[in-house]
């Protein structure tokens, strides 16, 4: 069964440092996200990607964060200075369509010392 | 803006007993309403999902959920638990976009 993959599964890293979480999407699917989740905090939607551009950016999602799609299979999201506050799961996520039946990733731990 | 509200952040239950979790959302329009299983070290996974049509909506691994759209509800059930149903289980709405906005989680954990 196709599914999303993500690497790496954990990463540690120090305040300031450039992060580069990745993302191989369902290869047919068209619109990539990533969300993120705090320890003990709810799921929270970062971005939406579709056509080479973003769709839509929450306010989390401040100029620290970047995305691209490199190639045709992956996507990335970058963190530019890591702050204490970065320290989360980040899930990406693909879909075929807009109906919102998203396909996650088992998450990448993000830990910023 | 849509909201969702998991009135329980921890379900114990023993093993063969039923299950039900509660969600309730808000949203002046139309939504999608799924549910997601996360299992120990695991991503997401969708149990299932109502988009229209028939408001009992039957998943994976035996859960069914039911639409309440006067209670703007719907809650998930299984009528016999596993061992192996141990997980966080998020309730989510979207508003016919791609958008989710996730509940707090409910933590289930079935006793032999």
């Known amino acids: 069964e196709p599914e999303v993959t993500q690497t790496p599964s954990h990463q540690v890293t120090q305040m300031g440092q450039e992060v580069i979480l990745r993302c191989v999407p369902i290869?047919?699917?068209?619109?990539f996200y990533w969300y993120r989740q705090i320890l003990g905090q709810k799921v929270e939607f970062l971005v939406s990607?579709?056509?080479?551009?973003?769709?839509?950016k929450s306010e989390i999602f401040d100029d620290q964060f970047s995305v691209e799609r490199p190639d045709g299979s992956n996507f990335t999201l970058k963190i530019r200075s890591t702050k204490l506050e970065d320290s989360a799961m980040y899930f990406c996520a693909s879909s075929v369509d807009r109906t919102g039946e998203l396909f996650f990733g088992e998450g990448s731990r993000l830990t910023v010392l | 803006a849509q909201s969702v509200t998991q009135l329980d952040s921890q379900v114990p239950v023993f093993e063969e007993a039923p299950v039900e979790l509660r969600c309730n959302y808000s949203s002046s329009v139309s939504v999608y309403l799924f549910w997601y299983v996360q299992y120990p070290n695991q991503g997401l996974q969708l149990l299932l999902k109502y988009l229209s049509g028939s408001t009992l909506v039957k998943g994976i691994n035996g859960f069914e959920a039911e639409f309440n759209k006067s209670q703007t509800s719907f809650h998930l059930r299984k009528p016999s638990v596993h061992i192996s149903d141990t997980a966080e289980y998020f309730c989510?709405?979207?508003?016919?976009?791609?958008?989710?906005?996730f509940g707090a989680g409910t933590t289930v954990t079935v006793r032999a």
């Open positions: 989510a709405v979207s508003e016919r976009d791609y958008k989710l906005s």
């Open positions: 990607f579709y056509n080479n551009e973003i769709s839509e």
């Open positions: 290869s047919n699917h068209l619109y």
